[in-house]
Every structure is written in structure tokens, then in C-alpha cells.
């Protein structure tokens, strides 16, 4: 079911490669350059919510963006990741998957990584 207001049920891009259950996209506010969604085509706002094929299938489509960046940017890594509900910090409610390339230099000290989603509890 395709949601009205949805920017993700109505993509606005080039679509970058699709299969039955996803299709992935630049992000239109991307944090680094190459920066992709993975995104469902059945509009569910909970990643916990999908089913086992859809699942499959971005797991399956995220390795194809990591190769495909790859290619085009030759970064030095990747972060990966989702957010599920507002107070993580979730703005759209349809589940996609952030891959973003990581280049050496792009930031002063990326030890930790995704874990600071809450800075100040980042460091171990």
C-alpha cells in the first residue's frame, strides 16, 4: 500500500537498482558523498514489522550498494544502518536502510562509529 504523503512511496530520483521487495536511492541530505537508502516497496514504518523475504532482500541489496559504491567512490568503509521510531530518530515511517561510504579523513576521530548515536556514550 502506497501512503500519499510518503516522499518514499512517491520517489522524486533515479532509482538505482530495484527487485521485487526494494529499490535504492541517493539520499536527497546526504551525510557523505555516495550516500544510499535501501528502500522497502511495501510501506511499513517498523523494520521489526517486515517479513522474512523483504528481509532477505535489503540485507541482499545492501551487499549490491556496498559493491556498486565501490565502483563509483572507492571509499575506505561503510556505516550502516536504520532507526526505528521518532525517538531514534526515525523522520520518515518507511523502513529503509542508510549505507553510507566512509572516506579516511572525513571526520577527526571515527572510533566508535554508529555507536555515537548518543555522543557522550559513544567512547569505550
Known amino acids: 500500500m502506497k501512503i500519499k504523503d510518503c ?3 512517491h520517489v522524486d ?3 538505482l537498482m530495484e527487485n521485487e521487495f526494494c529499490f535504492a536511492i ?3 541530505y546526504p551525510v557523505n ?3 544510499v537508502l535501501v528502500i522497502t516497496r511495501r510501506h511499513v514504518g517498523d523494520y521489526f514489522d517486515l517479513g522474512n523475504n523483504e528481509v532477505k532482500a535489503v540485507w541482499r541489496m545492501v ?3 556496498k559493491h556498486f559504491l565501490e565502483e563509483k567512490f572507492h571509499p575506505d568503509g561503510f556505516n550502516v544502518g536504520f532507526n526505528v521510531g521518532a525517538v531514534a530518530g526515525q523522520t520518515v515511517d518507511h523502513v529503509h536502510i542508510h549505507v553510507i561510504p566512509r ?3 572525513d571526520m577527526e576521530d571515527p572510533t566508535g562509529g554508529v555507536r555515537h548515536v548518543i555522543p557522550e ?3 569505550y
Do not use: S
Request: aromatic share 14%; charged share 45%.
Open 13 to 15: 530520483r533515479e532509482i
Open 7 to 9: 516522499p518514499f512511496c
Open 63 to 65: 551487499g549490491e550498494v
Open 103 to 105: 572516506y579516511r579523513g
Open 33 to 35: 558523498k555516495g550516500h
Open 26 to 28: 541517493y539520499d536527497k
Open 121 to 123: 556514550r559513544g567512547r
